[in-house]
C-alpha cells in the first residue's frame, strides 16, 4: 500500500470516475477549438496532474504552459492577491487560451488570473477547472468547461495537496479537518 498512514481518506471521485470525465473534457475541448491556436495555461502546481491527463484527451495540436501562482501573505484563505511565481515562456497574443485550474474555491485566483492574460491580448481566455466548490464563492466566475461540484470539504489528491503532502494520490479525497 503506497499510502499506509492515510486510514483517514475517503475517497469522493475515484480514478476511473476521473478518468471518464477528464476523457469527455478532452472531447468537447476537441470539438470546440478545432483549426485553432489553443494554448492550455495550467496553474501550478495544483493542476498539474490534471492538466496531464487533460492535454493527452484532446486531440489538437495544442500548447502547454505553466503560470506558477502564490496567494500573497501569511494567511491560508485566498486574499485574490495572487503573486506570479513562475511567467509563461512564450507570449500568448493572439492565441485561444484556456486557464486549466485544479479548484475553484472562493474565485479571487481565477478572477486575478483571468484578467492577467486577458490584459496579455489573448484572442480569448476560456476555463477549465476539475472541481467547483460553489458554496465558498466569493466572486461570481464562469467556469466553462467543469469536472465536477463538490462540497464545502478539503479536498486531496490528483495534484491537490494538503501542506504539499497527497498530490500524488490518484484519486481525490476528502481529508477530514483539513482547511
Ligand atoms: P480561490 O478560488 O482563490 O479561493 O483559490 C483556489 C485555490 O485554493 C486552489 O487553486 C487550491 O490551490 C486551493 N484550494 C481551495 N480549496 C481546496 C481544497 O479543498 N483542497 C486543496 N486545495 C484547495
Ligand atoms: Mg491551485
Do not use: W
Request: contains cysteine; hydrophobic residues 45%.
Amino acid at each position: 500500500m503506497a499510502f499506509p498512514e492515510n486510514g483517514e481518506l475517503r475517497t469522493l471521485i475515484s480514478r476511473e470516475q476521473i478518468a471518464s470525465r477528464v476523457a469527455e473534457l478532452g472531447r468537447s475541448i476537441s470539438q470546440e477549438y478545432a483549426g485553432r491556436s489553443l494554448v492550455l495555461v495550467s496553474i501550478l502546481k495544483g493542476s498539474f496532474v490534471f492538466v496531464a491527463d487533460l492535454a493527452r484527451a484532446i486531440e489538437l495540436p495544442v500548447r502547454v504552459e505553466f503560470l506558477g501562482v502564490r496567494s500573497y501573505g501569511a494567511n491560508t484563505k485566498s486574499s485574490g492577491v495572487v503573486e506570479i511565481t513562475q511567467d509563461l515562456t512564450r507570449p500568448i497574443e493572439g492565441d485561444d487560451v484556456i486557464v486549466v485550474e485544479d479548484i475553484v474555491d472562493t474565485g479571487l485566483t481565477l478572477t486575478y488570473i483571468r484578467n492577467l492574460l486577458a490584459n496579455r491580448n489573448a484572442a480569448s481566455v476560456k476555463v477549465c477547472a476539475l472541481l467547483h466548490k460553489p458554496a465558498r464563492s466569493r466572486v461570481p466566475v464562469t467556469i466553462d468547461y467543469l469536472g465536477f461540484t463538490v462540497d464545502d470539504v478539503f479536498i486531496v489528491g490528483y495534484g491537490l495537496d494538503y501542506a504539499e503532502r497527497y498530490r500524488n494520490l490518484p484519486m481525490l479525497a476528502e481529508l477530514p479537518g483539513g482547511d
